[in-house]
């Protein structure tokens, strides 16, 4: 589908930020990002774990400062 952005009173630095946000919005430079090379199943659910276990950490310091 493609992505159209208005030029207001010739505002092209606006345009170009609106369209790089609704674009970055959309997720497509991490689908890029993610398609550049294959990952095995394996060591993506490895990396998902490693992840979850980070934001946990992170989370339950956050909850022992309050």
């Known amino acids: 589908m493609a992505t159209q952005v208005t030029v207001k009173n010739g505002n092209l630095d606006l345009a170009l930020r609106k369209f790089k946000q609704k674009v970055a919005r ?3 430079p991490s689908e890029c990002k993610k398609r550049e090379s294959y990952i095995k199943p394996g060591v993506a659910r490895r990396a ?3 992840e979850g276990i ?3 950490k ?7 400062r309050d």
């Open 48 to 50: 998902a774990k490693k």
């Open 26 to 28: 959309d997720g497509v």
């Open 54 to 56: 980070k934001n946990s």
């Open 58 to 64: 992170k989370r339950n310091r956050k909850d022992n």
